[in-house]
């Protein structure tokens, strides 16, 4: 969320750098006032709106990960640290909520600022004395200078009854027509927003000084008195008090009013060089625009890392940085070169009652003693100790949305409602509880549901080996011994169970094959996107394509799994009812 804000303003300075550049060395020195406010507001509020938009064309498409498929199959063991990183305290900087503090309280300042001036109107309103209304209302006031804001005209008393009334008035009645205070509106609003960004300041400035050109161009050609009006501009010159608002008539840019209305009145080279400025605008908007063939392809690595998840190992490398201080990212031991993971989250069969069940963490090996870590911050839920089973237990709320719990511990560290940051010992490992060796049991829940911890954990990379851990049993097949006068239908029932999980296990292997197949595609794709300056229909339809038969693949291979899944509760069924005869039978024997 952090990156997509700062990629987001970085594209908005920049095209605002482009446009006001374009602006400043060529378009200001022309008389075309209209095209010039035109250019300005549109230019500014693209710069806004173009980093927000889709481009349906586009250039490249993200690196696809690639992952053979045949390799991962039939892998098993235990998993086992890569690389060691140590997992050291960390001290939280809130740097962003900083930040963000500071940019809300700036912001909110300048809008009370706004309101301020909008006030402050209001007051000098009810002060003037209103004198007509026509299309616009006009008040007498003791200001010293005249302004205008929407249909509202302010004018100097001093100033009505002199030759220059007519044209002061005629100034700004412009400004009323023009809804130059519109601008001025909008101007402060995103002064407010973006506040840290020097072209928006300059953006007004030169909004402003367009503003006063276009009244001025109108008093002349309406008094057709050039020389006349520029000294009712040196006799009204005097310091107006700031306002944001609204426009003042003496403003402070009279040399460069001077210099504008003594320049020579020429549209048709303003219009033809806006004219060749349009590609400019198509070019920013491929350019900067959000890509869609970069999401399709993000889209694309999720579907597949999801497919293969139950082969692959846990080798990610996300900075912990990027994550929410609230989420688990990192192992929850002081790191140790013996440490090994000796259970992994999922099904097992329980190493006491020999029975399958689910594995709802993982168990990490270590000596008793070795440091507990909190995994995020959050708040200390419970602090409990059950002998005949977790042991000494430590359960972590994360703002509601995940739950940590660490388990066979030897002595803990913290208090039931205790705040905890991420990296804080916690506790110590032990053996506190049912096991058979000491290790720390670790488990993450998400919204209530158990998760495997290993994907959670950030500053540790695992691979899988082939040898077992020590002391671990690895749920293989179990062989039963056929008794050959007990129950023939119910052996012969196991083993067309057993082949027909043999012949699925081979059509399970071929869709995995058949997906790494589709994944060499995508990546040769996208190796086509990235080569190609140009992207044809024809491949934007072969990646849509694609993307449907890696649909395909997902669902299949998730249908199989479930109709694996039932034939082995079939055969659990069955083998447990032979298991039964068969203890008939012996005890009958006895």
Same mark, same amino acid.
């Given at each position: 969320?952090?990156?997509?804000?700062?990629?987001?303003?970085?594209?908005?300075?920049?095209?605002?750098?482009?446009?006001?550049?374009?602006?400043?060395?060529?378009?200001?020195?022309?008389?075309?006032?209209?095209?010039?406010?035109?250019?300005?507001?549109?230019?500014?509020?693209?710069?806004?709106? &173009?980093?927000?938009?889709?481009?349906?064309?586009?250039?490249?498409?993200?690196?696809?990960?690639?992952?053979?498929?045949?390799?991962?199959?039939?892998?098993?063991?235990?998993?086992?640290?890569?690389?060691?990183?140590?997992?050291?305290?960390?001290?939280?900087?809130?740097?962003?909520?900083?930040?963000?503090?500071?940019?809300?309280?700036?912001?909110?300042?300048?809008?009370?600022?706004?309101?301020?001036?909008?006030?402050?109107?209001?007051?000098?309103?009810?002060?003037?004395?209103?004198?007509?209304?026509?299309?616009?209302?006009?008040?007498?006031?003791?200001?010293?200078?005249?302004?205008?804001?929407?249909?509202?005209?302010?004018?100097?008393?001093?100033?009505?009854?002199?030759?220059?009334?007519?044209?002061?008035?005629?100034?700004?009645?412009?400004?009323?027509?023009?809804?130059?205070?519109?601008?001025?509106?909008?101007?402060?609003?995103?002064?407010?927003?973006?506040?840290?960004?020097?072209?928006?300041?300059?953006?007004?400035?030169?909004?402003?000084?367009?503003?006063?050109?276009?009244?001025?161009?109108?008093?002349?050609?309406?008094?057709?008195?050039?020389?006349?009006?520029?000294? &009712?501009?040196?006799?009204?010159?005097?310091?107006?008090?700031?306002?944001?608002?609204?426009?003042?008539?003496?403003?402070?840019? &009279?040399?460069?009013?001077?210099?504008?209305?003594?320049?020579?009145?020429?549209?048709?080279?303003?219009?033809?060089?806006?004219?060749?400025?349009?590609?400019?605008?198509?070019?920013?908007?491929?350019?900067?625009?959000?890509?869609?063939?970069?999401?399709?392809?993000?889209?694309?690595?999720?579907?597949?890392?999801?497919?293969?998840?139950?082969?692959?190992?846990?080798?990610?490398?996300?900075? &912990?940085?990027?994550?929410?201080?609230?989420?688990?990212?990192?192992?929850?031991?002081?790191?140790?070169?013996?440490?090994?993971?000796?259970?992994?989250?999922?099904?097992?069969?329980?190493?006491?009652?020999?029975?399958?069940?689910?594995?709802?963490?993982?168990?990490?090996?270590?000596?008793?003693?070795?440091?507990?870590?909190?995994?995020?911050?959050?708040?200390?839920?419970?602090?409990?100790?059950?002998?005949?089973?977790?042991?000494?237990?430590?359960?972590?709320?994360?703002?509601?949305?995940?739950?940590?719990?660490?388990?066979?511990?030897?002595?803990?560290?913290?208090?039931?409602?205790?705040?905890?940051?991420?990296?804080?010992?916690?506790?110590?490992?032990?053996?506190?509880?049912?096991?058979?060796?000491?290790?720390?049991?670790?488990?993450?829940?998400?919204?209530?549901?158990?998760?495997?911890?290993?994907?959670?954990?950030?500053?540790?990379?695992?691979?899988?080996?082939?040898?077992?851990?020590?002391?671990?049993?690895?749920?293989?097949?179990?062989?039963?011994?056929?008794?050959?006068?007990?129950?023939?239908?119910?052996?012969?029932?196991?083993?067309?169970?057993?082949?027909?999980?043999?012949?699925?296990?081979?059509?399970?292997?071929?869709?995995?094959?058949?997906?790494?197949?589709?994944?060499?595609?995508?990546?040769?794709?996208?190796?086509?996107?990235?080569?190609?300056?140009?992207?044809?229909?024809?491949?934007?339809?072969?990646?849509?394509?694609?993307?449907?038969?890696?649909?395909?693949?997902?669902?299949?291979?998730?249908?199989?799994?479930?109709?694996?899944?039932?034939?082995?509760?079939?055969?659990?069924?069955?083998?447990?009812?032979?298991?039964?005869?068969?203890?008939?039978?012996?005890?009958?024997?006895?």
């Amino acid at each position: 969320m952090t990156g997509d804000i700062m990629i987001y303003l970085m594209r908005m300075v920049f095209i605002q750098a482009l446009f006001y550049g374009l602006y400043w060395f060529l378009f200001r020195h022309y008389t075309s006032h209209g095209l010039n406010r035109l250019y300005l507001i549109s230019s500014l509020l693209l710069s806004v709106f &173009i980093p927000l938009i889709e481009n349906p064309f586009p250039k490249e498409i993200a690196h696809i990960p690639y992952v053979d498929m045949t390799e991962l199959m039939g892998r098993s063991g235990e998993v086992i640290p890569v690389n060691t990183k140590t997992s050291e305290p960390l001290h939280h900087f809130p740097t962003w909520q900083i930040v963000s503090n500071i940019y809300l309280f700036l912001m909110g300042l300048l809008l009370l600022r706004s309101l301020l001036h909008l006030y402050f109107l209001q007051k000098i309103k009810h002060q003037s004395e209103y004198v007509r209304k026509q299309w616009f209302k006009l008040f007498k006031t003791t200001r010293p200078s005249p302004f205008s804001f929407f249909s509202n005209v302010f004018i100097p008393k001093a100033v009505f009854d002199t030759p220059a009334f007519e044209q002061i008035l005629e100034h700004e009645c412009v400004h009323v027509r023009q809804l130059h205070s519109l601008d001025r509106l909008l101007l402060d609003l995103l002064v407010a927003l973006f506040w840290f960004n020097p072209f928006i300041y300059w953006y007004r400035k030169a909004l402003i000084e367009v503003h006063e050109f276009q009244a001025d161009a109108q008093v002349i050609k309406r008094f057709n008195s050039r020389i006349a009006y520029q000294e &009712i501009l040196f006799a009204q010159l005097q310091p107006a008090p700031y306002s944001g608002l609204v426009s003042h008539f003496n403003f402070r840019t &009279i040399k460069k009013r001077i210099v504008m209305m003594n320049k020579s009145q020429n549209t048709r080279k303003p219009k033809l060089i806006y004219a060749l400025s349009l590609p400019l605008l198509v070019m920013m908007l491929l350019a900067f625009t959000s890509r869609k063939g970069h999401e399709s392809a993000a889209s694309i690595s999720h579907t597949i890392e999801a497919v293969t998840a139950p082969f692959t190992t846990s080798d990610r490398s996300v900075p &912990i940085q990027d994550v929410s201080r609230y989420e688990p990212s990192i192992l929850p031991l002081r790191a140790s070169e013996t440490l090994k993971i000796t259970s992994a989250f999922g099904s097992r069969r329980d190493p006491f009652t020999n029975k399958g069940k689910l594995h709802k963490g993982i168990d990490l090996s270590t000596a008793i003693g070795t440091e507990v870590l909190a995994t995020a911050d959050g708040v200390v839920e419970s602090v409990d100790h059950n002998a005949d089973g977790y042991g000494k237990m430590i359960v972590l709320n994360h703002n509601h949305e995940y739950l940590t719990v660490y388990s066979q511990l030897s002595d803990i560290k913290v208090r039931t409602g205790e705040k905890i940051h991420r990296g804080e010992v916690i506790a110590l490992s032990g053996n506190s509880g049912k096991s058979t060796g000491p290790h720390l049991h670790y488990e993450v829940h998400k919204n209530g549901k158990a998760v495997d911890p290993a994907a959670y954990i950030h500053d540790y990379e695992f691979r899988f080996t082939n040898e077992p851990a020590e002391g671990i049993e690895i749920d293989h097949e179990e062989n039963i011994n056929f008794n050959p006068d007990v129950d023939k239908e119910k052996q012969i029932a196991i083993g067309n169970l057993q082949q027909s999980l043999i012949e699925k296990q081979k059509s399970l292997g071929k869709i995995q094959i058949s997906i790494s197949t589709l994944q060499k595609s995508l990546a040769e794709t996208q190796k086509s996107f990235s080569t190609n300056s140009l992207i044809t229909t024809e491949m934007l339809e072969t990646l849509n394509r694609q993307r449907l038969e890696l649909h395909q693949q997902q669902e299949k291979l998730a249908m199989a799994q479930e109709e694996m899944a039932r034939e082995q509760s079939r055969l659990a069924h069955v083998k447990r009812e032979l298991n039964q005869v068969l203890r008939q039978t012996n005890t009958r024997e006895e």
